[in-house]
């Protein structure tokens, strides 16, 4: 070989290699700040989220992204009382996870902890692939703790994003008297005190409590949607990435500001706005960038607090302290053993 050809070989090998993993696609990227407006067809949101509504039959723009999986079990009856509910936890959870339901019904999803708080706790669950067993497990399960939600799509992690907006279609049809919502992972440590303290006061929580005289009353902030945020974040153009996404789909430079999909909480108000403007946004494969887009969409202002842990927080009795919720407890038992020791520092 000449000397000269070898340069000429790498700079081949080197093209190649950033045009097969997708790099190259950093070169072509729309700037955000720039060209960024909405993701799905523009309209004015207000005058649809009124019509929707108000009975949601005449609406007149047609939505680019529904939920239309029929629903095996709808709990009908867990939102049925007159009574308000202050807080519903609406946990994603996989199929087959049986045992962390349980590990979490006998640690912060439980309904009775505070007597004078009404608390109510769902799990929501796609169908098994064709595995009668697994389904009849379902069944009973369901019949015993009656907190099931399913629909008829395949419970796969690829069909996350199905799992949200289902999340979103059932609280916005069948829970209409609850106050506030926490979407959480069925992997996650939760603080129910916590959660309330938050709620009282969220843009002063923690250190409103601190003061000495701590009143209680509780303020209700209609238009919360809170949890970690993450601002600036960019579209992964690496081809053997989990998050990748090519320049077809989303052609920008950032992603809009979004809440970590682990754990976030909705006030009543803001999941409707949520819930109306989701269904004219365009889907995307990840459901916390995709909620992002629709809060940007719909005017919802994003409050990113870091006691929502989108990662594990290393466990001591005094760090969990001002916890909401933390990430990482795949398993049951060390889940019931640290809300437990929580608890009893009177942190949950
Ligand atoms: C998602 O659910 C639909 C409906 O059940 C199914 O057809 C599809 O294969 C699922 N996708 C994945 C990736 O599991």
Not at 25 to 33: D, G, K, V
Not at 88 to 116: L, Q, T
Not at 129 to 149: A, C, M, S
């Amino acid at each position: 070989m000449s000397r000269g050809r070898i340069p000429w070989l790498w700079l081949v090998a080197f093209v190649l290699f950033v045009y097969l993993t997708g790099l190259y696609q950093y070169a072509f990227t729309w700037s955000y700040s720039e060209y960024y407006t909405d993701w799905g067809p523009t309209h004015p949101l207000q005058p649809l989220i009124r019509q929707y509504k108000a009975g949601g039959e005449y609406i007149q723009v047609r939505p680019v992204n529904t939920f239309d999986y029929p629903y095996k079990y709808t709990c009908a009856e867990k939102c049925s009382s007159k009574e308000s509910i202050r807080l519903m936890y609406v946990v994603k959870s996989a199929i087959k996870n049986f045992d962390k339901r349980m590990g979490i019904r006998n640690s912060w999803g439980f309904e009775k902890r505070f007597s004078d708080v009404e608390i109510k706790t769902v799990f929501i669950l796609g169908l098994s692939d064709g595995d009668n067993h697994v389904q009849k497990l379902v069944d009973k399960e369901n019949e015993e703790q009656k907190d099931i939600i399913q629909a008829s799509f395949l419970d796969s992690y690829m069909n996350n994003s199905i799992k949200t907006m289902m999340g979103l279609h059932w609280t916005y049809h069948y829970c209409q008297n609850v106050k506030y919502f926490l979407f959480v992972d069925d992997d996650y440590y939760v603080s129910t005190r916590n959660i309330l303290r938050f709620l009282r006061k969220p843009e002063h929580y923690p250190q409103y409590l601190e003061k000495h005289v701590v009143q209680a009353v509780n303020e209700y902030q209609d238009d919360l949607y809170a949890g970690y945020m993450f601002h600036g974040a960019r579209p992964i153009r690496w081809v053997f990435s989990r998050w990748y996404i090519s320049l077809d789909v989303y052609p920008y430079s950032e992603w809009p500001p979004y809440i970590t999909g682990g754990a976030y909480v909705l006030s009543r108000k803001s999941l409707e706005e949520l819930y109306v403007s989701c269904i004219y946004t365009y889907s995307i494969p990840f459901d916390d960038v995709f909620l992002g887009m629709v809060a940007k969409k719909a005017g919802i202002k994003q409050l990113h607090h870091k006691e929502f842990y989108y990662y594990k927080r290393l466990y001591d009795v005094e760090g969990y302290k001002w916890v909401i919720a933390s990430h990482g407890f795949d398993d049951p038992k060390e889940l019931q053993r640290v809300w437990s020791e929580q608890r009893s520092a009177g942190n949950a």
